[in-house]
């Protein structure tokens, strides 16, 4: 690999510790020092070479000169009146500069705080291809994937920004914008550096990655090492239902995704966790519980509920009454089910509403009136 073209320092952030070995040694220097520089920027969280005191000066001077660690830049920060923080952030990350003219190189995540501890939700990918029909990222397609420094960077620079008011645990979600399976290499080489114990030291229990069910991404997380927990998109009870919302479904229907989940190889402590997105007088009747109770009944799960949130799309929020029903339908069958209200909905934060376009150029953003249905 050649690291140092004229004008394109090599960034260090999203790097593997061989990967910061291999450019520390093209440099002349021990291998030694890539785990000092990995440890400074992932477990301590330096985001300039100059704070790298562990390195000696002539190297970090060297250091200032040849690499960099472009993290995500914050263009917008929403607060919701819940606590959540919504990020617009661009990358602009140098092996980026090839992004597709006039597409946004924005990305969104999401902070939520709570009593003991933070969940962060991150993207995957600028946009979504999957084409989900009641969700607002879907109406963006995918613009591009996310690097793993992209990735990585959304989770280092939301706990920098958020530093004063820390809980000691972090969870991290990927249920941002995009499929993270079909963005496989990028996000595992993004989870190795999360969930390592001398990287960023989220455990594995904390951290869910979420798909619409890419059958070949789950067999392959699942001879992983090291790997989150997995959650799976379900959202309808039929293939003639999912089909109509998810057309992903022809690709993957139901019994083949259930087969994979099957044969998916969970550990002692782990459950699978299925979504359900209960759209309003579509597939939230007492029926579709029923139908659904039977299609996991044979699996280690868990079900989260999560009522519609509204976008300018044509679905409709399923009604109080109704969503309890469905729980009760589920926890009867003894099945885990749990409702799911979205935080950050005042800010467009929640669950399938990250969709803000916003150009490059672009710096003031839109206002909160501009972003469809607030
Ligand atoms: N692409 C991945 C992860 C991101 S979406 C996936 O689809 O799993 C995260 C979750 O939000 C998914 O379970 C999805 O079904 C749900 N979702 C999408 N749009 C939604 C909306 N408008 N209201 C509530 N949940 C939504
Ligand atoms: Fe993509 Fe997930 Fe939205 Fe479907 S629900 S369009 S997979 S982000």
Wanted: aromatic fraction near 6%.
């Amino acid at each position: 690999m050649s690291h140092r073209a004229a004008n394109n320092p090599f960034n260090l952030l999203g790097r593997s510790l061989e990967e910061l070995r291999e450019f520390v040694q093209s440099l002349g220097e021990p291998t030694y020092r890539a785990d000092q520089i990995y440890h400074a920027l992932y477990a301590e969280r330096r985001f300039d070479v100059a704070s790298m005191t562990n390195l000696p000066a002539a190297l970090r001077e060297r250091l200032a000169r040849e690499s960099a660690i472009t993290l995500p830049q914050v263009r917008r920060r929403y607060e919701s009146s819940d606590g959540a923080v919504r990020y617009v952030l661009a990358l602009d990350a140098p092996e980026n500069a090839g992004a597709p003219a006039g597409k946004p190189a924005t990305v969104e995540a999401v902070f939520m705080p709570e009593e003991n501890r933070q969940t962060i939700c991150i993207s995957t990918q600028a946009g979504c291809a999957v084409d989900c029909h009641f969700c607002l990222t879907a109406t963006l397609g995918l613009i591009r994937n996310l690097t793993a420094g992209d990735i990585v960077g959304q989770v280092l620079m939301a706990l920098h920004d958020q530093r004063a008011t820390l809980k000691p645990q972090t969870n991290v979600v990927l249920m941002g914008q995009g499929e993270p399976l079909l963005n496989y290499d990028a996000v595992t080489a993004a989870l190795r550096i999360l969930l390592d114990p001398n990287g960023m030291a989220i455990t594995p229990k904390h951290t869910t990655l979420s798909t619409s069910g890419i059958i070949p991404g789950i067999e392959k997380l699942a001879l992983e090492k090291v790997r989150p927990k997995l959650a799976i998109s379900l959202n309808a009870s039929s293939n003639a239902q999912r089909d109509a919302i998810m057309p992903i479904n022809r690709k993957y229907p139901i019994e083949k995704l259930l087969e994979a989940c099957a044969r998916y190889p969970l550990r002692p402590w782990e459950h699978l966790t299925f979504e359900y997105v209960l759209l309003g007088g579509f597939n939230d009747a007492p029926e579709d519980a029923a139908r659904l109770a039977k299609l996991v009944a044979k699996l280690r799960v868990k079900v989260n509920l999560i009522p519609w949130n509204p976008g300018d799309l044509p679905y409709e929020k399923p009604n109080p009454a109704r969503i309890e029903e469905f729980r009760r339908i589920l926890n009867e069958k003894s099945i885990p089910a749990f409702v799911r209200y979205s935080r950050g909905q005042d800010v467009m934060a929640a669950c399938g509403q990250l969709a803000v376009l916003e150009s490059a150029r672009n710096t003031s953003g839109p206002s909160l009136s501009q972003i469809s249905g607030v």
